[in-house]
């Protein structure tokens, strides 16, 4: 599910009388629902943090949470929305206790918790069902069933984009070009997050061959994408210059790509948007775009903390924006990694060399695990973390 999709199914479950209801004296806040098609997404507002754990992952018409450390507030029960029948909140043993009867068969596609931000000032843990099946019957017995484990949820797809190509050489060194150490650093990335079979990866490019900026966001969007990340090689007058840094997209450039993607009649339709109202639907792309732009700076974050405790040379202000165009999808987390001046002798050394290449993408690949390993991590806009333009 896309962020977009994310907003779309938050904002409209937001304004649903159906399936919403506010908690009292409690740590559970409330549980709002979206549907779309055969997805529903649950949101149970807290007012705390709190660790999940799945009791019942849907295998017998109903899915089960435990949510360890709150404390249900009165009155959390009620119908549902799309997959979900209907749902009831309860206390059990210092923790609260989710139950969704199922209307379809319907397994758990992710999890995670979403700490304040985005203009929200608590916590909220996201559900994502998928329906699988057929429809199965209101359960009649509403105590606790054994533990089962949860299924697999669909991994998660990485789009490597490797900068310039073809008639584009990019940036040149003493003994290489940009197209030619991006694409070898690109499909190293693939190589090395494919080992452990927890995600699937696209390439924009697996050759030498142009592919037009704005062709590389539509790639990510209609893949679905989870993660975008454009690698590049940096240049410089100065010889002596070296070191990465992530460039993520500016406030201007959140400008340019509200253009790019409001131009024409079916703007909204391309974004999967309502279109029954112009002006709900700018918000929700403005919505869309804030909460991409936060999961991008988180990335960014966390990449560069791994490339740094790899010992890789960073630039003194590592973390810039910018509005460029591989960075323009509203609904696609994105960053763009200059892994090096390739105008600088070391530098290009590093980058032309496969031992020390495949070590770079080793501590990327251990920055996307810990990307999607905590979701929970405290987001950053590039406002807050020294970027500069």
């Known amino acids: 599910m896309t962020a977009l999709a994310f907003v779309v199914i938050c904002v409209v479950g937001l304004f649903a009388t159906r399936g919403f209801a506010w908690g009292a004296q409690g740590d559970v806040l409330a549980v709002r629902f979206g549907a779309d098609g055969d997805r529903t997404r649950v949101v149970i507002d807290l007012d705390k943090s709190a660790q999940g754990r799945v009791i019942d992952a849907g295998g017998e018409g109903r899915v089960v949470l435990a949510l360890n450390g709150v404390a249900p507030g009165r009155g959390l029960n009620g119908g549902g929305s799309g997959l979900v029948r209907s749902y009831e909140v309860t206390s059990s043993g210092g923790s609260s206790r989710v139950q969704l009867e199922l209307a379809r068969g319907s397994e758990i596609e992710r999890r995670f918790l979403l700490p304040p931000g985005d203009g929200v000032s608590h916590y909220r843990y996201v559900v994502d069902l998928k329906a699988t099946g057929a429809a199965v019957r209101a359960s009649t017995t509403p105590a606790p069933r054994p533990s089962a484990p949860p299924r697999r949820a669909e991994r998660p797809l990485i789009v490597i984009d490797a900068g310039h190509g073809g008639n584009d050489p990019g940036a040149s060194g003493a003994r290489a070009q940009e197209k030619q150490v991006t694409l070898a650093a690109a499909l190293a990335l693939k190589t090395e997050l494919e080992k452990n079979g927890r995600y699937r990866v696209r390439l924009t490019r697996s050759d030498d061959r142009y592919v037009d900026l704005y062709r590389r966001v539509s790639i990510a969007r209609q ?55 112009p002006s709900v639907d700018r918000i929700l792309l403005d919505m869309t775009q804030r909460a991409t732009q936060n999961r991008s700076a988180q990335f960014a974050r966390v990449l560069l903390t791994h490339l740094e405790g790899s010992d890789q040379p960073l630039l003194r202000r590592s973390h810039r924006d910018a509005g460029l165009a591989v960075l323009l999808a509203p609904d696609v987390p994105a960053v763009l990694l ?24 080793k501590s990327v690949a251990d920055g996307i695990d810990r990307y999607f390993r905590e979701p929970s991590a405290p987001m950053m806009t590039a406002s807050n973390t020294g970027a500069t333009g």
């Not at 690698?231 to 790019?260: C, F, I, K, M, N």
């Open 223 to 277: 893949s679905d994408a989870d993660l975008f990340i454009s690698l590049h090689a940096d240049a410089g007058a100065d010889p002596a210059l070296r070191g990465a840094s992530v460039y993520t997209l500016s406030e201007q450039g959140a400008g340019r790509a509200v253009r790019e993607f409001t131009r024409g009649d079916n703007w909204h339709r391309e974004l999967h948007l309502p279109g029954r109202d």
């Open 338 to 361: 200059e892994m090096g001046f390739i105008t600088n002798p070391e530098d290009e050394r590093l980058l032309t060399d496969e031992r020390a290449r495949r070590r770079l993408m």
